[in-house]
């Protein structure tokens, strides 16, 4: 196949293999800063050789820029808009990032890719080798970004919480406009309320995000009303990921701190 020296080479397989490995076991069985990385680095090489095959070698300076420029975007909060909108459309196959600017300095990886020279591996029937390779280069890209897919800790903790705080000067649309551009994973239900529900409450569950370091929420149940031109936020119980080893009463009071500060808009 023409430009299968792009796929064929040891460069992208290690990539492909990195991210793949990364993705589906790293994250997950050793969460660090560095494993957070690698996705990025190895998922970068693996996107550009992937459309450089596709498209040919003369639009190669072109791919790269736009690389860049779109890895500029997704890891800033100005794709959260997208990012519901395609939650939105298309719940079973939710998509999920984490605005870190520290990952842009992974496009770094960019510049020695630009000038590497593949060479092609000397393999029988190239065409039976690229088909399959494709397929699971679109995998890995995918899934990469694909919600939910990395989360395996052994034991997660249940906590009612049923404390509120005040947001002062912040509207219901405030709030969840919050949410979206810090692109955590939302949606309104009912059930999400406790037993006995006060009626003028809105409720929604949350899921799979980090707090703080090394402090991972499974899903919470809030609620939020507006008063006075304020928001009251409900928080009913939280379930946490390898929860820390602590009474749970500490544990609820560290909880109610650290949310006042994580949703305190503008501060």
Known sequence: ??????????????????LLLNDFYLKA?????????????????????????LFGSRFKALIFITTALIFCWWKSFLSGGFIQNWNE???????ERK????????????????????KQLSLPKNRWVVTPLLLLTVFAI?????????????????????????????????FLNYLSLSNLKFEKNADAA??????DYHYYILQNFEIKDGLNVESMHIGVKEKNENLKVLIYDVTLYDPP???????????????EEFFSIGK
């Open 1 to 18: 196949m023409k430009n299968s020296y792009y796929l064929l080479n040891q460069v992208f397989l290690f990539a492909l293999f990195a």
């Open 29 to 53: 069985a050793f969460p660090s800063i560095l494993s957070g990385k690698l996705s990025d680095l190895s998922g970068l090489v693996v996107f550009v050789f992937f459309f450089i095959f």
């Open 89 to 95: 459309l298309f719940g079973f196959y939710r998509i």
């Open 99 to 118: 605005v870190d600017y520290t990952d842009l300095f992974c496009l770094a990886v960019l510049i020695p890719a630009y000038f590497y020279q593949p």
């Open 142 to 174: 995918s899934a990469t970004s694909k919600g939910g897919n990395i989360r395996a800790y052994d034991n997660s903790q249940k906590y009612i919480i049923h404390e509120s705080f005040k947001l002062k000067k912040v509207t219901q649309a405030d």
């Open 194 to 199: 406790p037993p006995r529900k006060p009626s």
């Open 245 to 259: 080893i602590k009474p749970q009463k500490e544990v609820k009071k560290m909880l109610m701190e650290l949310f």
